[in-house]
């Protein structure tokens, strides 16, 4: 018990004993505690001045309810400790029997919900050792109503979304918490207790619309899967068209546009086959093997086009030295270089360099600050991805100057033509990756977006980037592999002997362009 120094009442004359003992630590300050059996009489006669206390501790080892009126007579009380083993209800109204109570102190072996007119006890401040489950044990109620959680737990459903962001979190508050916050008290929350108490749910408030811009993929991505399969098997088994340099870099493009075929199918059917709470329950295990599959897909087509240019740039600008020139053998060499580095990059996400799983679309583009390797991943990515597309520019430029110089060489004028579809395929590809990039520099490092919707500006930076990619695989093989006469004669050929088995196809076709004849001379000179 507390007293204040005006009081005057000695602490013999303050409790009776056995039930309670009283002890004085300073003048006027007094400890009482009683060990009761029936709590409420126990306390009505033995303590004979009850409206001087302060501070009471109850102890009572059989008590499974606190009666109304127990402690009516406690009209100063501040602060009550109760040390009750088997505690379950505590009824009357704390409001008119403790008036000047502040705070409570639960010792309890059991869980125990302070009752609602506990709660509403105007002048209550603070409960301390409140368990009302396995993961919300000896927790502190604090009163503070303008708090933030008082306000949202109130409402038992709220949801948080971070500053022009489309996704965020629905937090769903259980019941006790509810109360708690209904009469003001925070709790002071461990992670254990928030998670058992706070069920918190991904939200995504442009998921739909953002799907919606990705219908166009179910009519793209079949035609670029068969396209492209078609150009790389009918290269690939085609013994004339394999022996060209330049037609096994065509299909090896081919073979990386039909891996980004492969990466918008699955990227598209998933998000529209699941809700958003379920593709984010999945992204762990799927996100990897799509993501995989997008960067593989990405560095070979690049590494192609690179290959691709190079190849033309050697037959045309060096056409008069037979010697120096690129072979079959050698193409397949470079091939591999290409899909052993395309798959190396895709890799690093695993050894924990950047990672598949921070966007919607499975890739591992995101320009985040706050996460250093995945930065540095998104920004190198990009930054190669770029660099390998420009270095063909000066190539290109080389070679147009090289042919109109060259006059009416023959030769070179067919080759020329040839390097000239290429270029239109590569530029094709520049441009495709550059777009996405542009938009994702000026959501980065500019204010452009700041007025435009969020579901507007969740279209620009994922939907259309799938788009983008999608339809510059599949137009790459109507840019050069469907207007190269060599491979549309043997496409037909196929075709002929499967529709008409028994008859013959006839069309000659002349399968070397003139760098391929030159080549072929400086392989026969270097065999001499």
């Excluded at 009752?115 to 109620?141: D, E, M």
């Excluded at 949801?159 to 489309?166: A, F, H, N, Q």
């Excluded at 990672?355 to 930054?383: D, E, N």
């Amino acid at each position: 018990i507390f007293l204040s120094p005006s009081f005057t009442t000695s602490v013999t004359e303050m409790c009776v004993t056995p039930v309670c003992r009283c002890s004085s630590y300073l003048s006027y300050n007094v400890t009482v505690i009683c060990h009761t059996d029936d709590v409420k009489n126990d306390l009505n006669h033995s303590i004979k001045k009850p409206e001087e206390i302060v501070a009471l501790t109850v102890v009572d080892d059989n008590a499974t309810n606190i009666p109304e009126g127990t402690f009516v007579k406690f009209i100063n009380l501040k602060y009550l400790e109760l040390k009750f083993k088997n505690l379950k209800t505590w009824n009357g109204n704390i409001s008119r029997e403790l008036p000047s109570l502040e705070a409570i102190s639960l010792v309890t072996e059991n869980t125990f919900v302070p009752p609602s007119h506990v709660l509403k006890a105007s002048s209550l401040q603070r409960i301390s050792g409140v368990t009302w489950s396995s993961a919300c044990n000896n927790k502190t109620l604090i009163k503070n109503q303008t708090h933030s959680n008082v306000t949202l737990f109130k409402k038992g459903v709220y949801d948080i979304y971070p500053k022009s962001r489309c996704r965020g979190s629905r937090y769903l508050v259980e019941s006790i918490s509810r109360l708690f916050a209904k009469y003001g008290f925070v709790i002071a929350f461990d992670e254990k207790c928030f998670t058992s108490e706070v069920t918190v749910i991904p939200m995504h408030r442009c998921w739909d619309s953002a799907n919606e811009a990705l219908y166009i993929e179910y009519l793209l991505t079949p035609l670029i899967i068969i396209f492209n399969l078609t150009v790389f098997f009918t290269m690939s088994t085609t013994k004339t068209l394999r022996k060209l340099p330049c037609m096994l870099l065509v299909a090896n493009l081919a073979l990386s546009d039909f891996f980004l075929g492969v990466y918008t199918l699955a990227i598209t059917s998933s998000r529209h086959a699941m809700t958003y709470q379920a593709f984010v329950g999945v992204m762990s295990s799927l996100c990897p093997a799509i993501g995989f599959v997008w960067v593989v897909g990405q560095f070979a087509a690049a590494l192609s086009s690179l290959l691709l240019t190079t190849e033309r740039y050697i037959a045309i600008i060096f056409s008069m030295r037979p010697s120096i020139s690129v072979t079959a053998k050698v193409c397949l060499y470079c091939m591999a270089a290409s899909w052993a580095i395309a798959v190396f990059m895709a890799s690093l996400p695993f050894l924990g360099v950047g990672t598949y799983t921070t966007t919607t679309f499975c890739l591992p583009i995101q320009p985040a600050k706050g996460i250093p390797h995945s930065f540095a991943y998104s920004a190198s990515v990009v930054a190669i991805g770029v660099l390998l597309y420009i270095i063909t520019i000066p190539m290109y430029l080389h070679i147009f100057v090289h042919v109109r110089n060259s006059g009416n060489q023959m030769g070179i004028k067919r080759d020329g033509k040839l390097a000239k579809k290429i270029s239109i395929l590569v530029t094709s590809n520049l441009m495709f990756f550059l777009v996405p990039v542009f938009i994702g520099v000026l959501w980065l490092m500019t204010q452009t977006f700041n007025k435009v919707s969020l579901t507007t500006r969740e279209i620009l930076v994922g939907s259309l980037t799938t788009v983008c990619f999608s339809i510059n695989s599949f137009l790459n093989p109507l840019l050069y592999a469907f207007r190269d006469r060599r491979f549309r004669v043997t496409l037909k050929h196929r075709l002929h002997r499967l529709i008409h088995p028994n008859t013959t196809f006839v069309q000659h076709v002349s399968y070397r362009s003139a760098a391929d004849t030159r080549s072929n001379a400086g392989n026969t000179i270097k065999l001499k």
